[in-house]
């Protein structure tokens, strides 16, 4: 192998790598931003849900405050709880995404096999 073989080979494999490293950043830059705008929804649906619960809290105290028994089987109550359910089994699956984006892996570099064709 000549001089300026072995120059042109290792300048190749460099800018292999060095493509190979700037793919991985980018892959887990873009992961990272998936994950940050995942949880930025999680807590758009946790504020919701503070919402409800200063709703039935006031409702509470007000039924308390008029000397009312407070009567689980109320709509108001039986919707704000319903609604409760719903927004955190929306958060636990986002929290689920999550999760999902953080196993993924960047794609495999399939390795040149220098011209030659690979039989099976």
């Known amino acids: 192998m000549t001089l300026m073989d072995d120059f ?23 992961k990272q931003a998936k994950i940050a705008r995942k949880k930025m929804d999680v807590m758009r649906v ?9 709703e039935v ?4 105290y007000g039924e308390y405050a008029m000397g009312r028994p407070i009567a689980m089987e109320s709509p108001f109550l ?4 319903t609604s409760v359910s719903q927004m955190k089994a929306e958060i636990r699956e986002i929290e689920d995404e999550i999760e999902e984006i ?7 570099h399939e390795e040149e096999t220098g011209g030659e064709e690979t039989k099976v």
Not at 8 to 30: H, M, Q, S
Not at 46 to 54: D, M, N
């Open 78 to 81: 039986n919707d704000r709880m």
């Open 46 to 54: 946790q504020r919701k849900v503070q919402k409800v619960y200063a």
């Open 102 to 108: 953080r196993r993924t892996q960047p794609p495999k």
């Open 57 to 60: 809290g006031e409702y509470v």
């Open 8 to 30: 042109r080979k290792r300048t190749e494999d460099g800018l292999k790598t060095l493509k190979e490293t700037a793919e991985g950043i980018a892959f887990n830059v873009e």
